[in-house]
């Protein structure tokens, strides 16, 4: 492909009017984590934005390219294989992430606010408050905590609606052409959940410190999302439309079923719990099937599938933290993911395991105390600051 092609595609994508072939040959630069992290740190932008752009990147790090049946490829990475010599100039991969991500245009604003006989506050750019819900477009980010409530604005090619039980709707606009493919991302913050209600009719719980990539509409073979953190899926039955969650180092496809993957990036551990139906989880080396109430469990380069309490994976859905057989560390480490604390340990500290059932809307102080309790170590607390000594 000649450069006069690419950045005819280049326009397009910013413009909105580029095929799904063209748009998915642009999203590979988000499979490339190392060539885009290079170019972001010349990229002379806000450190939010840069933020932003990571969570996205990671959330498709070390996306497996192996799949058995080559028609069932997710048709990106058909466009990988027939691209992958080819490397763009940086300086034309700055321009577009300034343009693309940096720049509201003037049209999508109008669109966002076009709401029927009420007046709303101006949408306020998520990157001035890094810990606010984001909705993240093509053209700019959007803080879901200031969207009216039971209001549907269209944005983009989508009609979104926010609900007062902490949910987002989404309805696909009938009238944009169909050849289109728009990704929206949404990032959950610390001490939140989010319920999502995606156009193909799929239900979708958003853990905190999640962030979740998914098509505003479906005009591809699959229904392709992207994961970095934990979400549980209750997937409308499509067969004709596979359901598959990428994330790092897995990918998850189902037709209607539901189950639970969590693949925070700060974790060693990645897991996919099947509570209903049948997935196959594809780790680039081998798939495995799962039957309700098993989990399929990666450890670095280790992956096992055994049966599990569903329940007590399901816990933080269901607003509870569920401790099973956890030491103080890996206790502490969901806890301050939640509570957004920083924690450290002084001394040698107990190894030894515990479990239990906490309310997530319980006050830190209270689940503190809880743990204290517990014996074998102390607490001190400084703010946001938590010491744990032996």
Known sequence: MHRPEINDILEKYVNGTCTTQERELIDLWLLKRGHNEKV????????????????????????????????????????????????????????????????????????????????????????????????????????????????????????????????????????????????????????????LYLADGSKVWVNTKTVLRFPTSYAGKNRMLYLSGEAFFDVASDKAHPFIVAGKGMQVSATGTQFNVRNYIDEKQRSTTLVEGKVDVDDGNRVAKLSPNQQWLAKQKDTRVRNVDVANVLGSKDGYFVFDKQNIREIMHEVSRWYDIEVNYQGEITDKEFGGTFSRKRSLEELLDYLSSLGGFYMKREGRRITIMS
């Open 40 to 195: 972001l740190v010349n990229v002379d932008h806000d450190h939010n934005l840069k933020q932003n752009l990571f969570a996205q990147i990671n959330a498709l790090e070390d996306l497996p390219l192996h799949i058995q049946d080559a028609d069932r490829r997710p048709s990106f990475l058909r466009v990988i294989h027939r691209y992958k010599n080819y490397i763009l100039p940086l300086s034309a991969v700055a321009a577009l992430i300034l343009i693309f991500f940096g720049l509201p245009r003037h049209s999508e604003i109008q669109q966002a606010n076009r709401v029927v006989n009420v007046q709303t506050r101006e949408v306020t750019s998520a990157a001035e408050n890094p810990t606010a819900f984001k909705i993240s477009t093509a053209e700019r980010d959007y803080t879901i905590d200031e969207l009216p409530e039971n209001i549907e604005l269209h944005i983009g090619n989508a009609y979104v609606m926010k609900r007062g039980d902490n949910s987002l709707h989404y309805r696909a606009d009938n009238q944009a052409a169909d050849e289109l493919l728009t990704y929206h991302t949404v990032s959950v913050p610390a001490g939140k959940d989010l319920n």
